[in-house]
């Protein structure tokens, strides 16, 4: 009973440094979505994603990539981390975005760039 | 485009009281809305869901109505309790699901 899965829960970057944060469902589902959560802020989508081999942005997508070979995966990629990348990651996945269906959540990845 | 606005907190509360937490949202056409609740530590998790115009979602004590007119979907609950404490935000779906700021509940003693 995974539903969505991160890794890692925690990170310790150096300014510069690159890493990517994993995701992957096992819902069969196809929306798959990134957000970051700030104090104050609430959440804040990054980049989503409604189907294998298709990305869009977000509000907040400068300093981040993304890719999508298969339904299952979503990997968030930080190419050259900066400080005001600390924070809380969310991974979401969904059957669908218009109608009725739900957002799941990972359980976070908190990540300090220092 | 789409956007969901909610109550500013933080909100402090005694146990047993009763709770508010205000959510508007604006559309194009008719979204579903949610209300998702993060415990200290944790991702978001679903609370309530309301699919269509008057529609009421419940759980755990907790409720919310659709309501069309006023594009609101208000959180509510009779008496709170210490283990509601949390952060409670509001959701609608679109192209993308666009969430509130979050209102972070305290219940005291």
């Known amino acids: 009973n995974a539903g969505v899965t991160q890794t890692p829960k925690f990170q310790v970057l150096k300014t510069g440094q690159s890493m990517t944060l994993q995701c992957a469902q096992d819902?069969?589902?196809?929306?798959m979505s990134w957000y970051r959560q700030d104090p104050g802020m609430g959440l804040r989508l990054i980049h989503y994603?409604?189907?294998?081999?298709?990305?869009d942005q977000g509000e907040v997508p400068n300093g981040y990539n993304v890719s999508r070979s298969t339904t299952e995966d979503f990997p968030l990629r930080l190419l050259s981390a900066a400080p005001s990348q600390t924070s809380v990651y969310f991974c979401?996945?969904?059957?669908?975005?218009?109608?009725?269906?739900?957002?799941?959540f990972g359980e976070g990845s908190r990540l300090t760039v220092l | 485009g789409n956007s969901v606005t909610q109550m500013e907190g933080p909100v402090t509360l005694s146990e047993e009281a009763f709770l508010t937490i205000n959510c508007t949202y604006t559309?194009?056409?008719?979204?579903?809305l949610f209300w998702y609740v993060q415990y200290p530590g944790e991702g978001l998790q679903l609370l309530l869901k309301?699919?269509?115009?008057?529609d009421k979602g419940s759980n755990k004590g907790f409720e919310a109505t659709y309501r069309k007119e006023t594009t609101s979907f208000h959180l509510e609950k009779g008496s709170v309790q210490v283990s509601d404490s949390a952060v409670y935000f509001c959701?609608?779906?679109?192209?993308?699901?666009?969430f509130g700021t979050g209102t972070s509940l305290t219940v005291i003693p």
């Open positions: 979401a996945s969904s059957y669908q975005t218009r109608g009725t269906g739900e957002l799941f």
């Open positions: 559309a194009t056409g008719y979204p579903s």
């Open positions: 309301a699919t269509k115009a008057d």
């Open positions: 819902m069969n589902h196809e929306y």
């Open positions: 994603s409604v189907g294998a081999g298709i990305t």
């Open positions: 959701a609608s779906t679109g192209n993308q699901f666009y």
